[in-house]
Each structure stands twice: as structure tokens, then as C-alpha cells.
């Protein structure tokens, strides 16, 4: 082995070993060895939007968790209301497509008559 390919095998072990460290260097969450660069920047922000929610506090923990569990059982009614809502959308649409069919019926027998007069 010359001089020239111990170098170069050492210049890539030296880059490997880099990357290595710079993927794992701080990594605390879970990071993707599909997709490195996305999940470290997801670790990165999750990590600093963490600390700004802690740093501001602009709302205590009490009230907070208060207001989700009042609001969760509204927004639970609101659902359901929802879903009965949309249940009376599609009645009304097959009633009115049933109707519709009527009125198209109707007319044409109109029509009909009416052509044979």
C-alpha cells in the first residue's frame, strides 16, 4: 500500500467518522436514518418550542388543563351535533333527488300531453 492510498483511506475514515458524530452529536429524540436532516430539524424545533412554551408561561398548568377539559366536552356535544346534522343532510338529499325524479316525471307526461292536443 503507498502513501497515496493510506491518505485516501484515511480522508474517508476522518469524513465518515464526522458524519457520525455530527448525526448522533446533541441527538436526544428519535432520529430517521431514512430521512437525518428532517428529523433533526423536527428534534431541534419540538426541543426549542418546548423551552419558549416554558419560558413565557403564559398560561399556568391549572387553568390550562381546566379550560381543555371543559372545552373537550363541548367540543364532544359539538361533534354530535355534527354527526346528527349530517345525518338530516343526507336525508334531505335523497328526499330531494327523490323529487326531483317526480318533478322530471311530471313534466315530461306534461309535455306529452301536451304534444298530443
Avoid: C
Avoid at 28 to 47: A, C, F, Q, T
Avoid at 59 to 76: H, I, K, N, W
Avoid at 105 to 111: A, D, I, Q, R
Wanted: charged share 30%; glycine share 4%; hydrophobic share 45%.
Amino acid at each position: 500500500m503507498d502513501l497515496f492510498t493510506f491518505l485516501v483511506l484515511v480522508l474517508i475514515l476522518v469524513v465518515v467518522l464526522f458524519i457520525v458524530y455530527w448525526f448522533f452529536h446533541g441527538a436526544k429524540g428519535n432520529i430517521s436514518l431514512s430521512r437525518p436532516v428532517e428529523s433533526r430539524v423536527d428534534e431541534y424545533l419540538d426541543r426549542r418550542f418546548q423551552e419558549m412554551i416554558a419560558e413565557w408561561e403564559l398560561v399556568p398548568g391549572p387553568q390550562l388543563r381546566r379550560f381543555t377539559e371543559e372545552r373537550s366536552r363541548d367540543l364532544a356535544q359539538e361533534e354530535v351535533r355534527l354527526s346528527e346534522l349530517k345525518q338530516f343532510e343526507s336525508g334531505m338529499r335523497t328526499t330531494i333527488s327523490s323529487l326531483e325524479a317526480r318533478l322530471d316525471t311530471l313534466e315530461k307526461e306534461l309535455e306529452g300531453s301536451a304534444a298530443k292536443k
